[in-house]
Antibody, heavy 116, light 108 residues
């Protein structure tokens, strides 16, 4: 069974940093593109960053967030620096479906609140 | 960036009725469109990929169609558990991925 378990969320002041982790199990982690998707309170879904034929970021986080993975630990990370109030959201770790054009598996999400 | 516009924003129907949800892209996404269902407090769940293929475990009452810029998700006969928010998503021009703003399907 595929499982994705995020951790690392919390309350941080504007300008601060957080590192999110996503522990994956039940599949060959190194063989799949992995992504982060977020959802601000009461809002829709927003793709944040992904690994797939390279590393890519949404314009809204470029230069502030860094995605990485440790295939030996089956873990995906998101280092978030210079956090802004508008980064407040639930952050989901996702695994793409074979073929890579959609998100087949989602974690339960970890909540990030940026507030003074 | 490809913009996905979903309509209607809210759809009010009764169990047993047929639901038709629309997603329109600002430029062609070929058939690279997916649909997700999200219930309150839960992560989204993949329903349809590549416009018309049901994901694993998705009931047959869910069907998707379309290509290019116009797509439709149909729920043939609504069950009580189908009332949720539905999102479309494209990954036609990777690395740009976009979601529609969502359609809320509520009980009438």
């Amino acid at each position: 069974e595929v499982q994705l378990l995020e951790s690392g969320g919390g309350l941080v002041q504007p300008g601060g940093s957080l590192r999110l982790s996503c522990a994956a199990s039940g599949f060959s982690f190194s063989a799949y593109d992995m992504n982060w998707v977020r959802q601000a309170p009461g809002k829709g879904l927003e793709w944040v960053s992904g690994t797939g034929g390279g590393i890519f970021y949404a314009d809204s986080v470029k230069g502030r967030f860094t995605i990485s993975r440790d295939n030996s630990k089956n873990t995906l990370y998101l280092q978030m620096n210079s956090l802004r109030v508008e980064d407040t959201a639930v952050y989901y770790c996702t695994r793409v479906r074979d073929g890579g054009r959609c998100f087949e598996y989602w974690g339960q999400g970890t909540r990030v609140t940026v507030s003074s | 960036e490809i913009v996905l516009t979903q309509s209607p924003a809210t759809l009010s129907l009764s169990p047993g009725e047929r639901a038709t949800l629309s997603c329109r892209a600002s430029q062609s996404v070929s058939s690279y469109l997916a649909w997700y269902q999200q219930k309150p407090g839960q992560a989204p769940r993949l329903l349809i990929y590549d416009a018309s293929n049901r994901a694993t475990g998705i009931p047959a009452r869910f069907s998707g169609s379309g290509s290019g810029t116009d797509f439709t998700l149909i729920i043939s006969s609504l069950e009580p558990e189908d009332f949720a928010v539905y999102y479309c998503q494209q990954r036609s021009n990777w690395p740009s991925i976009t979601f529609g703003q969502g359609t809320r399907l509520e009980i009438k």
